[in-house]
């Protein structure tokens, strides 16, 4: 499905990808996972096609993507970027669709997927006239997801997609998303910085730091053999906080 080779990213004399390689299979989930400013969103980007490399090349379903081909190429990928950004200006209906109306996409498609979509994600249809504003915040993730899906695109790229919501609600949507994933059997690389979530959803972590790749593997994989110490002290780091809840409530 995807194929990075060599890509790597520059702003002035900051690295802030260092050349890098990176697969997707088909129909697989890949959680990217690191610190603040290690350089995942700007991956993501960087396949979206919203930025370009300055070494290397990304390959979409065998096809190198370039400024020429990018535009038809990003209708085929959903992108939900972090805390969903939606247009605030747009109710919910004209958010969902916006890219279908700007494709002039037949009215009765328009209408029966996005009739699809809200039975999908658990959106209330009453819900279609609001605005941003007029949502909650898992609400709006509902809606980032179902714009995200809207072409039906065979990748999705998820940028901490629920990183600002409280635990309840990103529980509940985190079920909720696994399953659509499922469902759909979509290829999806999502960005992440909690260790727990990225286990939830991914075959396979890609653990970056200060622009690299140190590791990728499952979970086992990066806890029984890491490959640096910064692997191990990354994990564990996430662990002794809950190992300190557990205790405290003893």
């Given at each position: 499905?995807?194929?990075?080779?060599?890509?790597?990213?520059?702003?002035?004399?900051?690295?802030?990808?260092?050349?890098?390689?990176?697969?997707?299979?088909?129909?697989?989930?890949?959680?990217?996972?690191?610190?603040?400013?290690?350089?995942?969103?700007?991956?993501?980007?960087?396949?979206?096609?919203?930025?370009?490399?300055?070494?290397?090349?990304?390959?979409?379903?065998?096809?190198?993507?370039?400024?020429?081909?990018?535009?038809?190429?990003?209708?085929?990928?959903?992108?939900?970027?972090?805390?969903?950004?939606?247009?605030?200006?747009?109710?919910?209906?004209?958010?969902?669709?916006?890219?279908?109306?700007?494709?002039?996409?037949?009215?009765?498609?328009?209408?029966?997927?996005?009739?699809?979509?809200?039975?999908?994600?658990?959106?209330?249809?009453?819900?279609?006239?609001?605005?941003?504003?007029?949502?909650?915040?898992?609400?709006?993730?509902?809606?980032?997801?179902?714009?995200?899906?809207?072409?039906?695109?065979?990748?999705?790229?998820?940028?901490?997609?629920?990183g600002a919501l409280d635990p309840m609600i990103r529980y509940q949507?985190?079920?909720?998303?696994?399953?659509?994933?499922?469902?759909?059997?979509?290829?999806?690389?999502?960005?992440?910085?909690?260790?727990?979530?990225?286990?939830?959803?991914?075959?396979?972590?890609?653990?970056?730091?200060?622009?690299?790749?140190?590791?990728?593997?499952?979970?086992?994989?990066?806890?029984?053999?890491?490959?640096?110490?910064?692997?191990?002290?990354?994990?564990?780091?996430?662990?002794?906080?809950?190992?300190?809840?557990?205790?405290?409530?003893?």
């Amino acid at each position: 499905m995807l194929t990075l080779s060599q890509v790597s990213k520059r702003y002035g004399d900051t690295e802030v990808l260092a050349p890098m390689d990176l697969q997707v299979p088909s129909g697989e989930t890949r959680v990217l996972i690191g610190p603040s400013g290690c350089g995942k969103s700007t991956l993501l980007r960087l396949i979206a096609g919203l930025i370009q490399p300055d070494s290397g090349s990304i390959r979409f379903e065998g096809i190198v993507l370039t400024p020429d081909n990018i535009l038809t190429l990003r209708q085929r990928m959903g992108y939900v970027i972090q805390e969903g950004g939606l247009f605030p200006h747009l109710n919910v209906r004209d958010n969902v669709t916006v890219m279908a109306r700007y494709l002039r996409r037949n009215l009765g498609w328009i209408e029966a997927r996005l009739a699809e979509l809200t039975k999908l994600v658990q959106l209330p249809t009453e819900l279609m006239q609001r605005y941003p504003a007029e949502l909650s915040g898992g609400q709006r993730q509902r809606v980032s997801l179902m714009r995200a899906l809207m072409l039906d695109p065979d990748l999705l790229l998820l940028d901490e997609p629920l990183g600002a919501l409280d635990p309840m609600i990103r529980y509940q949507l985190q079920q909720e998303l696994k399953a659509i994933f499922a469902r759909l059997g979509k290829s999806v690389v999502m960005v992440t910085h909690d260790i727990a979530e990225a286990v939830f959803f991914g075959q396979n972590l890609v653990l970056m730091r200060e622009g690299h790749i140190v590791q990728t593997g499952s979970i086992k994989q990066l806890a029984r053999s890491p490959a640096e110490p910064f692997v191990e002290a990354f994990i564990s780091a996430q662990r002794e906080p809950m190992a300190q809840l557990a205790e405290s409530l003893e």
